[in-house]
């Protein structure tokens, strides 16, 4: 039980040491205004109870944070017109990009795919839909914001070779 203490310790401390990081991220997937705090807690209550590796306990805190904020929206998916408000993360790992604007699927597949480099199959599974319409709604995304879509963005009728396993997501914790 000592050894179970100590792993959510480790959780407790991680958590407090990227929080601003963590809560960029939950903040950049809420649909409305909400706290992150509630994110984050929900998030570190989720893996309290794992083992705790030093290589990639900053990965799975992203990903529990990345599910737990997902989660709190679920009745987005009830309107494909929700809109996502601007927030920090627009002047951050966007590079100034008017995400604010987009519809919240398309904000979130584009921010899985393209900021936190998440493969096709991971945001598709993570937002409830197929694999295809990531690939639609990230080609939306990038049509409203003006980004070029270029031969490295799929199509929705192509196939996506498989990213390397590293990515953004695991840079930043190195």
Not at 88 to 94: I, N, R
Not at 112 to 119: A, F, G, I, P, Q
């Amino acid at each position: 039980m000592a050894r179970l203490g100590n792993q959510g310790d480790k959780w407790r401390i991680l958590f407090h040491e990227r929080r601003a990081e963590l809560s960029a991220v939950a903040e950049t997937l809420l649909f409305r205004k909400i706290s992150t705090e509630g994110i984050l807690d929900t998030a570190l209550m989720a893996l309290e109870g794992s083992l705790f590796h030093e290589v990639f306990g900053p990965i799975s805190a992203l990903r529990a944070v990345v599910k737990a904020a997902i989660a709190s929206g679920c009745e987005v998916r009830n309107s494909q017109f929700q809109v996502v408000s601007a927030n920090s993360m627009t002047d951050g790992l966007l590079g100034g990009l008017p995400t604010g604007t987009l519809p919240w699927f398309e904000h979130a597949a584009y921010f899985l795919r393209e900021v936190l480099h998440y493969s096709r199959r991971d945001t598709a599974l993570l937002l409830g839909i197929s694999d295809l319409n990531v690939d639609e709604l990230n080609r939306f995304a990038r049509r409203r914001m003006g980004v070029p879509i270029d031969s490295q963005t799929p199509n929705v009728n192509s196939t996506r070779a498989v990213r390397s396993g590293h990515s953004m997501a695991f840079a930043a914790y190195e």
